[in-house]
């Protein structure tokens, strides 16, 4: 079995307040990953075709429930389609509560349902749900993802 550090959590959100705020947890909260935004669907969609670093198993997708343009269920079910989507970690964030979005989510294919806003606390809880993440805080006290 191969360890791979996550190098990258992709967040898709429509929200210029959540990525502001998702980049301020990550500088201040020692989080040891790259974030890299989108504010839509296509956007990643489309840098997931035309990067060549891209590795879906060194990387974290997090998207935003409620996108203006559609459901992020959709864009989970997209991502599930697309070559290497199946090795993907791919999970919602959302405010809502409403367990019909939880069972809505799992049956798009996600590996995870979590809160807002994302944060160290929220990235925990990731961890706590998928089996295949762990985590470790480095020497500097930043917060490692790790897949297995």
Same mark, same amino acid.
């Given at each position: 079995?191969? #360890?791979?550090?996550?190098? #990258?959590?992709?967040?898709?959100d429509?929200?210029? @307040?959540?990525?502001?705020? $998702?980049? #301020?947890?990550f500088?201040?909260?020692?989080?040891? $990953? @790259?974030? !890299?935004?989108?504010?839509?669907?296509?956007?990643?969609?489309?840098?997931?075709? +035309?990067?060549?670093?891209?590795?879906? @198993?060194?990387?974290? !997708?997090?998207?935003?429930?409620?996108? +203006?343009?559609?459901?992020?269920?959709?864009?989970?079910?997209?991502?599930? #389609?697309?070559?290497?989507?199946?090795?993907?970690?791919v999970?919602?964030? +959302?405010?809502?509560?409403?367990?019909?979005?939880l069972?809505?989510?799992?049956?798009?294919? $996600?590996?995870?349902?979590?809160?807002?806003?994302? @944060?160290?606390? +929220?990235?925990?809880?990731?961890?706590?749900? !998928?089996?295949?993440?762990?985590?470790?805080?480095?020497?500097?006290?930043?917060?490692?993802?790790?897949?297995?």
């Amino acid at each position: 079995m191969t #360890t791979r550090k996550i190098q #990258t959590i992709y967040l898709i959100d429509d929200s210029d @307040d959540e990525i502001f705020m $998702a980049r #301020t947890f990550f500088k201040r909260q020692k989080i040891g $990953a @790259d974030l !890299v935004a989108f504010t839509n669907l296509d956007a990643f969609y489309h840098a997931l075709e +035309t990067d060549p670093a891209f590795e879906a @198993d060194g990387s974290l !997708v997090v998207i935003d429930l409620n996108l +203006t343009v559609c459901k992020g269920t959709e864009g989970v079910a997209h991502i599930r #389609t697309l070559e290497g989507g199946r090795e993907m970690l791919v999970g919602i964030s +959302t405010g809502s509560e409403d367990p019909a979005d939880l069972l809505q989510a799992l049956d798009a294919g $996600a590996d995870f349902f979590v809160g807002k806003p994302l @944060d160290r606390k +929220t990235i925990h809880k990731i961890v706590a749900s !998928v089996p295949a993440l762990s985590s470790l805080d480095d020497p500097d006290g930043a917060l490692m993802l790790y897949r297995t």
